[in-house]
């Protein structure tokens, strides 16, 4: 068990006044915390391992033995002592949601259903504590995922018939775990106006039945009909107690990263309005996460505003916003991601695209003049070739713009023919470890083995195209904890035992660069995080036991210990 040790303290500066008497020591301004006696892997080519360091005003000023270190150790530094334990840089997660990671501790957890008849008796639950006209609202619920269909249904979604016996008086929705399709009764329909006669939104889809009914399924933009019937049924709140809702939200959300190690997140997708709570929070001291936003906003908007928006290293690096999110698909479970051929269990479908290629063209434009990173969310193999396809277009029509990092978020599905162009036009792959394993059971139902085998999850082919791949979860997709992510990266074993096209393995070393370095460059921010070295913030990840190392079983038993940002500790376990 990892302790710290007051005593420490008192026992390094005996050793440090030893070293002096010795002249063998260099006199230097105490610490404010040393991290010593472990194992440090920095991802620093200089230093690739390290027994200690000491952190100042919140930047590491000097990696290397512990007897060196220990010459920081003054009457008020703190010390921790590793017990040889393993220190990290700060894990990065490069793709979550960071407001729906706290809305989830708030909603119904759906992530371990295993049948239609469980979410509905769940609700039922719900409804009895509820007062009429309340909203009740879940997540994570994944039809491919349930031990059996439910009956009736269509394209394998249940009506909502049950849900809605349950839940009369009160307004239903239920988000899929992608986030790319809910479920909705009929008293949630009724407040959206949603008939027999709504059409389909572009770029998504309102399921119904033979006889032309909503079933109360919604995919991908279809789901802002449900969204706008909420939004009018909560006009009764007033903006503060809107507000202390949102703050409570970034609360959770802060907490639930920093006790799994996390001291970085791209939150992937947000308005301005979001960009502000995030600094109310920051300047009121109460979130220690370090956030790198990705607007999502219209085009308009943000040709008006662009000068505006972006924001670099606020609050002492802890929130920047540099990036534009758009997505140009939805997700493979619910038959939204775009492919180039019809899905193996769908004929009738290729997908869908959301926004247009047009509106994404604009969107590239305005990003490039602008100095903005853009990061399209694209699954499908269809949906892959149309970004780098903007990509390409925008790099070509700018050729003074160099090293812009432009991203593609997922990129689960991709064609042989455009793996290469991720390393030739220089695009990050934006890739979830925990996806590929997570899925991976029924991906081939989806696309056939043939194109599951050829470009599912091809993290070997990407790196060895010359791609850069950041490491996440999608959280709330996924749960936030990156321990299981690096193990699926390196193993890509599924939980039914079986390996997921095993030849596309990430190595150890490339999982935790994925996560840390990778992750810092990402955001363009390698020079100041992502590797442990003089100079750079002291954000540092301590886990139970080394995952380089130990065996592959014993990975996920692993546990954070400490997360320290900025040389402060936001977690002990």
Known sequence: MLKKHPQIAAILGLVFLLGLANGCATKVEPADLVVTNGKIVT??????????????????????????????????????????????????????????????????????????????????????????????????????????????????????????????????????????????????????????????????????DAKGRPIGAFLETAQGLI??????????????????????????????????????????????????????????????????????????????????????GYGADHLTVRSIKRLIDGALGSHGAWLLEPYADLATSSG????????????????????????????????NRETLNIYEEAMKAHPDKKDIRWRVEHAQHISSADVPRFGGLGVIAAMQGIHCTSDGPWVPMKLGAKRAEEGAYVWRKLISSGAVISNGTDAPVEDVDPIPSFYASVTRKMKNGETFYPDQKMTRDEALRSYTLNGAYAAFEENIKGSLAAGKLADITVLSKDILTCPEEEILSAQIVYTIVGGKILYKK
């Open 43 to 208: 991802m620093d080519t200089v230093l690739p391992q390290a027994e200690a360091l000491a952190v100042r005003a919140g930047k590491i000023v000097e990696v290397g033995k512990a007897k060196t270190i220990g010459r920081y150790v003054g009457p008020a530094t703190e010390v921790i002592d590793l017990g040889g334990q393993l220190a990290v840089p700060g894990l990065i997660d490069s793709h979550l949601h960071f407001q729906g990671i706290g809305q989830a501790k708030l909603s119904l957890d759906l992530t371990k259903v295993k049948s239609w008849e469980e979410i509905v008796a769940m609700v039922a639950e719900a409804v009895k504590t509820a007062k009429p006209g309340d909203w009740i609202t879940g997540r994570g619920w994944h039809q491919e995922k349930w031990t059996q269909r439910p009956e009736p249904n269509v394209n394998g979604l249940p009506l909502h018939d049950a849900l809605s016996k349950v839940s009369p008086d009160n307004p239903v929705v239920l988000t899929h775990a992608s986030g790319h399709s809910s479920l909705a009764n009929a008293k949630a329909m009724a407040l959206a106006g949603i008939t027999a006669k709504t059409p389909n939104p572009s770029g998504g889809e309102i399921i119904k």
């Open 352 to 383: 869908l695209n959301t926004d247009s290629i047009e509106d994404l063209k604009e969107t590239a434009r305005i990003a490039i003049e602008n100095g903005f990173q853009l990061g399209v969310h694209a699954i499908g193999d269809r949906a």
């Open 227 to 312: 969204r706008g019937g909420r939004s009018r049924g909560q006009t009764t709140r007033t903006p503060a107690e809107i507000e202390a809702q949102q703050m409570k939200v970034i609360e959770l959300a802060n907490q639930e990263c920093l006790s799994k190690g996390l001291t970085s997140v791209h939150d992937a997708g947000v308005g301005w309005g979001a960009v502000e709570l995030y600094k109310k929070a920051i300047d009121a001291g109460t979130l220690g996460l370090r956030l790198n936003v990705m607007l999502s906003t219209g085009n308009k908007q943000l040709q008006e505003k662009a000068a505006e928006y972006r924001l670099i």
